[in-house]
């Protein structure tokens, strides 16, 4: 098993920046992919950024894309989203996801965290 945990979260104006952490624990040996997706209420869960745990190949949602950048950190087993030039409709719950079951796009992931706030405000 392997236990991903969010934080970083919080509100900050349209503009601003932030930087999500996703730790992860237990048998982090067998993770070959995170990514993160968010979920904005009213809304499904959406791809934002995965990143290949060997190799640190990215994929990126086109709405982020140019704006988050999403890295890791092999000996810390914590993934990171950094989040810049923030908009309102960035505004939703971000979570971090383990190993995909399918592609990197999809929400079929074995491990999932708890989730954690962003708010942008206008």
């Known amino acids: 098993q392997v236990q991903l945990v969010e934080s970083g979260g919080g509100l900050v104006q349209a503009g601003g920046s932030l930087r999500l952490s996703c730790a992860a624990s237990?048998?982090?040996?067998?993770?070959?992919?995170m990514g993160w997706f968010r979920q904005a209420p009213g809304k499904g869960r959406e791809f934002v950024a995965a990143?290949?745990?060997?190799?640190?190949?990215?994929y990126y949602a086109d709405s982020v894309k140019g704006r988050f950048t999403i890295s890791r950190d092999n000996a810390k087993n914590t993934a990171y989203l950094q989040m810049n030039s923030l908009k309102p409709e960035d505004t939703a719950v971000y979570y971090c996801?383990?190993?995909?079951?399918?592609?990197?796009?999809?929400?079929?992931?074995?491990?999932w965290g708890q989730g954690t706030q962003v708010t942008v405000s206008s």
């Open positions: 237990g048998r982090t040996f067998s993770i070959y992919a």
């Open positions: 990143i290949i745990w060997s190799s640190g190949y990215t």
């Open positions: 996801a383990a190993n995909p079951t399918n592609n990197y796009y999809s929400n079929e992931y074995n491990y």
